[in-house]
């Protein structure tokens, strides 16, 4: 496994990181599966590890609290809020109000008194960055929290944090956490050369994008992802966008057999060749799946195959446009845009 410095914080964690989307009902594992997921990732040199309260409504975090229970100062752990939990309006969002309560129901949940790096899920229109920073910057000071950072922020409001945190004299986003694939390039335009402005960790989500990079979704063959079930249209090949990733997933297994690779091998190895990326976050829901994507750890790819890659799916480019989750607010919602 390699091992990287996450920002400029001094803080060592491995190239492929452990996502605990899966943990619990949304991937239907138990606690003795996710137990032996992490045994497995910790044994194979894993040591970060991300999850959120919003997954399975708090269920991962406490699937992962008892798994890792007796070995926590050996783990970088990473949690997140701000998506809803429940119907309550104001249990979500980044207000003081509810980081400070959340952060709380978090630590409880997954049995620990502070956790290393507290971001926020997704960017908040209806709160400004300083209300935000100066409650994490206080949390972090109460020694609740190592370190903050956000997730799926669009460039600007990743500029416009870091300028609030220095004209306010607060705490600042020490890393970001984007959707990024070989499918979903987007990022390298504005993103990912912001990040390596400010000195940002990247973790990179979804770096098989949802599936489709796994080898298993190939011309011919019945789509029987997980994903597959709960968010069909993101499958369904008379989609224009997701006609151009079959079509690109094609050309790319042919590079990898070319090159003596699994399509998960090639998937992760790209992700985790950008000098902007930390690591890349894997989110199995087996002991075979992990095993699967452990068998990425070394893969480094070489400057032909890079190129290879290059020519299927352009730099800077998504294929599915309408997946991103950093679309601003008021392109999704007219009534933001109309008077």
Known sequence: MQYRTLGRTGVQVS???LGAMNFGRIGRTTQE????????ALAGGVNLIDTADAYSGGESEELLGKAIAGRRDD?????????????ERNHQGASRRWLVT???NSLRRLGVDHVDLYQIHRWDPRTSDEETLSALTDLQRAGKIRYFGSST????????????????HLGRFVTEQPSYSILQRGIETHVLPVTEEYGLGILAWSPLASGWLSGAIREGREVTTSRSACMPQRFDTAVPANRAKLDAVEQL??????????MIQLALGFVTA???????????????????????TDTALS????????TIVAPGTDLAAHEKNDTPPALLDPTLRRR
């Open 274 to 296: 950008h000098p902007a990326v930390t690591s890349a976050l894997i989110g199995p829901r087996t002991l075979d799946h992990l095993h699967t994507q452990l068998a990425a």
């Open 33 to 40: 599966e996710v137990t032996a997921i992490v045994d497995a």
């Open 15 to 17: 190239a492929l990181a």
């Open 153 to 168: 922020y669009p460039a600007h409001r990743i500029v416009q944090a870091q300028w609030a945190a220095r004209e306010n």
């Open 75 to 87: 783990i970088v752990l990473a949690t997140k809020a701000s998506l809803p939990m429940g119907e």
């Open 303 to 310: 400057a032909d195959v890079l190129d290879a890659i290059d």
């Open 102 to 104: 959340e952060l709380d």
């Open 253 to 262: 297994a042919k590079v990898a057999d070319e090159a003596g690779l699994t």
